[in-house]
């Protein structure tokens, strides 16, 4: 089992920062890659940022030049720096990690989220 536990999340004013952290613990083989997705009142969950343990990224095009995703050195640690924040960051934000178990078996981890809200 894997438990992943975030900080960071609060309240902000727009054009001001924050930063978010996710850090992995439990019994696993590796974990192949983590991120953070966010989910507004009445939207549907979406990616913001991913990076896998080769420190490749993805970010959602909304969040590109304002968000910068990044690991620690152990790769059990997931930060997310959030720039100049709008009030349509306003979310709850989870952080996510694509874990490889001792059986080889891939599986999806989420963990219990945090509300970020950026005031106008």
């Known amino acids: 089992q894997v438990q992943l536990v975030e900080s960071g999340g609060g309240l902000v004013q727009a054009g001001g920062s924050l930063r978010l952290s996710c850090t992995a613990s439990g019994n696993y083989f590796r974990i192949n890659a983590m991120g953070w997705h966010r989910q507004a009142p009445g939207k549907q969950r979406e990616l913001v940022a991913l990076?896998?343990?080769?420190?490749?990224?993805n970010y959602a095009d909304s969040v590109k030049g304002r968000f910068t995703v990044s690991m620690d050195n152990a790769k059990t640690t997931v930060y997310l720096q959030m720039n100049t924040l709008k009030p349509e960051d306003t979310a709850a934000y989870y952080c996510?990690?694509?874990?490889?178990?001792?059986?080889?078996?891939?599986?999806?981890?989420w963990g219990q989220g945090t509300q970020v809200t950026v005031s106008s």
């Open positions: 990076i896998t343990s080769g420190d490749s990224t």
């Open positions: 996510y990690a694509l874990v490889i178990t001792f059986g080889a078996v891939p599986n999806n981890y």
